[in-house]
């Protein structure tokens, strides 16, 4: 299924380093744009440090909201790096090359972002900051390991390690070909970044290697860390929260709404950077393919789920789900649940031709992600609103307009550190597309002449 | 052998006055809960009195249920904080270290009797009650959590005078506030494990106790005596936890109240 596609060598470097060598209009506008909401958001995250979390919405027993919600919401985002890169590369699928790059620099950043979450939420930050961060296992005073909000920041700074390394490790090439054609700062810039690659065999063999043992080892990641963040909810009694289907079904609704956001970056790279004929139609079609397995497994763990509360049939769990199914504005979240994550985008998905329409792909993988957005927000805040017997206490959760301001903010906070990072690296691997085009060859099987894929191991 | 101090709550002698509340709000230094404090559902009441009715008017009947910390054995509270600021002392309390807390708000989200409170403002006291503050409690700044202590300050207040007079801590010797201002008695503080309590003989020999979310095997210290009612209303028309409409109904009382 892969066209056949020679371009010379040069045009592909020049075309690719497009972003790093020249900033577009449209790069201008993201700049501006993004970057004014981050001014937004950096002023409410300042006056609810100045404040306190008074002025959010949180209530008691409500303790945990938007800002949670968001922070698994990126997290499940971050994981369209590791089902990409490292899953993907293991199994050779041909066409991750040009999106691994740039999934792995979403999921850096979405990772971070994610981490900030939590972090602006504790209603110290402060303390957080210089006594929770690094963890003083040492004295064994401070950290309870027994704390899934122990565990959880270790699975993600874990992975965030790993991704780091493994967008270092496979860009270093790349820098080296950036060192080789840059003046002044950015020179000095890649020169040390470059590591003293000089394109011989030994390094781009122990390159290889570790690409590979990084990738492998990353492959664990994959289950542990949203897993781990589903025991944030997990670990405590709330009804609804506590159940062990949560992990798998963080897991798989992870993928889903990280590959749509793969997805979503690939039309804005090919809109903003023209890399049309890297990023072409039959790489759409081919994560068209893969989204359509990953959303019926996700929906089935959906379904699981609300199964497994209502089965044992115990009036606290089911309190929560009648909310869910019957109050405003879960209603609103559980159609945009089931129609944006689901019923829409499959069924488009579905059809060759709508896999290979770039707009059509574009909005589907939107949509995909407000559905998984709203899927978070119904599975976190309302086992909250209902906890146990207590109607005196039953309460509602209302978003803050500082809140509000934070979760936007986080929105612009990824494509705009992605944009920074393509004004430096190429977003695209240059040397993974080379090394597409030359293990590319021609076989001929009878009279037909069948474009191919030649492998060296 | 160590205390396990506890509570018997008589719910037949609970009139539902107040006075606790009250009483607690002002031993522990709690900050005054404004309207909009309760409207935002931010009130600290480290005791709290639930009010539920019962019945369809006009036969309607008021319930009160005063709710302090349960102090569990097995407390769901305390595994989740990361930085050991929930812990369990010697003595069975649960107990809440201010100055370790960071704020995650975990310890909250896992108290299914809802009796952890957060810092979300940092307090304030009009000037007039400045100096009716106890000196003996510290003072919480915003983003921490706190609970209610079973009034730690005057346990250690007895241990150290019972220490010096160089016998055990007696029962009767203190009690907590709450249990003092309680007009009907309905409250009694003790130890659980000094069987000559009032609080382990009552429990001893009551028929009518009971713990609250007993099936969560936590094993609360505060064990309620269940109402006596004289004159009970019919069985289809009792107090229905998970109808929305009873939800409603409290809704609307709470803003009335």
Redesign the interface.
Known sequence: MQERRNLPQMEVIQELLLPVTRTTMWMWIGFIVLGTILAAFAFAVAWMFY????VTG???????GFMIVDFVFWIGISHAGVMISAILRLTQAEWRRPVTRAAEVMTMFSLMTAMTL?FI?????W??AY??FPYDFWRG????V?????MDPSAVFTYLTGTILFIYITTVPDIATLRDRSTGWRKGLYRVLALGWQNDERQWMIQAATGFLLAALMLSIFVSVHSIVSW?FS????PVWHTSVWAPYFVIGAVHSGVSAAVTLMVLMRWMFGFDKYIREEHFDAIGRLLVVVATAWVFFFMLDVFFALFNQD?RE??VM??RF??WPYTLMLVLIFVFGYFIPVPIWMFRKFRRNIKLMFWTSIMVNIGMWSERYWLVVPG?ER?????????FYRPGIVEITIILGTFALVPFLFMCFSKIFPPVSIWEEKEGQNFLQEIKVGKASIPAIVREF | MAHRWGMTIDLDLCTGCQACVVACQAENNIPINTEENFQQRRAIEWIRVERYWEGEFPNVKARYIPVPCMMCENAPCEPVCPVYASYHTDQGLNFQVYNRCIGTRYCSVNCHWHVRFFNFWEPKWPDSLKQQLNPLVAVRSRGVMEKCSFCIQRIDHAEQSAQLQGRDVKDGDFTTACAQACPTRAIVFGDLNNADSEVAKTVASTKRGYQLLADLGTNPAVVYLKKIDADPLPEDSKHKYFDSSQYTRVKETVAVG
């Open positions: 404040w306190g979390i008074g949180l209530n008691r027993p409500g303790m945990w939590p939420h504790t209603g110290r930050p303390r957080t006594w929770v005073i401070f950290p309870d027994r704390s899934a909000l122990v944030d670990f405590s009694l709330d009036p089911t309190a009648k909310m019957e109050q909250l906890k146990y017997e207590w109607t005196f206490d039953w309460n």
